[in-house]
């Protein structure tokens, strides 16, 4: 890594992340490209997260805030030319900051990366994996994470109100900003994945009461994800699985679980 300005800004949100930082950090102190600084800002973990920080070469800001709040913190504690937001559970191949550099070279202002669930031999994460090729597919469904600084600060940076798809609404704002968006042709990991459908749909229940504000902001967008099983089906003419029924059984299950819990939380508020 440079010791002067860096070329890259990796920002990190971490908040009790101990079981995933590490491999995070393995993948990204293993990158081929070398000119980077990390950014890990702290929502006030106490399962032993900060200890194992210090024991990399990372810039450690803490603040108790939500993620998306975390993120921009860290952008404005940020020296380098390009943002790439990372979160503390994921799993990126050794090529992704090398192949996102170049790619910015050629003109592109964000980039998405290609984003799969770290699955074991289960059932239930085989599932999950055809989910992600699937709904992948749907334009309104993937955000650039690697993004060019005075980009990133035109647009506004991430809505400090969201902790739902705060990503999504940032790539819309970068798209209808006019900026030129690509794909980068490399992979990360998402190693936190739900294991089973009690753990998928407490997931769900947890952002549901944020559900109201993003189709507020993001309401084209937003029938895009109502549509989704359509995005499902339309995918699988082009890629078929044998898990497609269960495939769309669990976006139900995804859609339902918001919509229920959104009705129940939005219902209980004074």
């Not at 600084?37 to 973990?45: A, F, L, N, P, Q």
């Not at 699985?241 to 004074?270: D, F, M, N, Q, W």
Request: net charge positive.
């Amino acid at each position: 890594m440079n010791c002067g300005r860096p070329t890259v800004s990796i920002v990190i949100p971490t908040f009790n992340s101990i079981n995933h930082i590490k491999y995070c950090l393995y993948s990204v102190f293993n990158q081929t490209y070398r000119d980077f600084e990390v950014i890990v800002v702290d929502g006030g973990s106490t399962d032993g997260t900060l200890e194992l920080l210090s024991k990399y070469p990372v810039r450690i800001v803490r603040s108790r805030a939500n993620r998306s709040l975390q993120k921009n913190i860290g952008a404005y504690s940020s020296r380098g030319r390009y943002l790439y937001f990372l979160d503390s559970d994921f799993y990126i191949d050794s090529r992704v900051v090398e192949e996102c550099v170049r790619m910015c070279g050629e003109g592109y202002d964000a980039l998405i990366i290609n984003l799969l669930p770290k699955i074991d031999k289960g059932f239930f994460s085989r599932v999950l994996l055809w989910h992600k090729i699937y709904t992948s597919q749907c334009e309104a469904k993937v955000a650039a994470r690697f993004i060019r600084r005075e980009v990133f600060f035109n647009v506004g940076g991430f809505n400090n109100l969201l902790y739902f798809n705060e990503d999504l609404d940032l790539h819309r704002r970068i798209k209808h900003g006019g900026y030129r968006v690509g794909y980068v042709d490399r992979y990360q990991y998402h190693l936190g994945e739900a294991k089973s459908i009690g753990s998928y749909i407490r997931r769900y229940l947890y952002y549901a009461p944020n559900i109201g504000y993003y189709i507020k902001h993001n309401l084209r967008e937003s029938i895009s994800h109502i549509a989704s099983i359509y995005h499902i089906l339309k995918a699988f003419k082009k890629t078929p699985s044998k898990l497609i029924l269960y495939v769309l059984a669990l976006e139900a299950i995804r859609l339902a679980t918001l919509l229920v819990g959104y009705i129940v939380r939005h219902h209980e508020a004074p």
